[in-house]
Nanobody, 116 residues
């Protein structure tokens, strides 16, 4: 019903930057919070940042959102090896197929690897 497609991951040297994108599509009535999580090997998935509207910066990370495109972005600067993880997009989405339903949808994940 709803698909989240991430892009922008890859290999970068320490100190570099990456911008991740996540576009939601499908039978979308509305989207509430959108966010990014990450999961490093052997660790639990953790929240990186989430947002309802606009954009904000916290430390090395800026999250922003284009509601017209159902897209959320994550700009990461001054990357460190400990930022290496699979990054997942999340969207709390309301659909009307088969009734009004609100639930979290997840992307497939994009690998970010930071070399030292």
């Amino acid at each position: 019903q709803v698909q989240l497609v991430e892009s922008g991951g890859g290999l970068v040297q320490a100190g570099g930057s990456l911008r991740l994108s996540c576009a939601a599509s499908g039978s979308i009535f509305s989207i509430g919070a959108m966010g990014w999580y990450r999961q490093a090997p052997g660790k639990q998935r953790e929240l990186v940042a989430s947002i309802m509207n606009g954009g904000r910066t916290k430390g090395r990370v800026t999250i922003s959102r284009d509601n017209a495109k159902n897209t959320v972005y994550l700009q990461m600067n001054s990357l460190k090896p400990e930022d290496t993880a699979v990054y997942y997009c999340n969207a709390r989405t309301t659909t009307t197929v088969g009734g009004i339903t609100t639930r979290d949808y997840w992307g497939q994940g994009t690998q970010v690897t930071v070399s030292s």
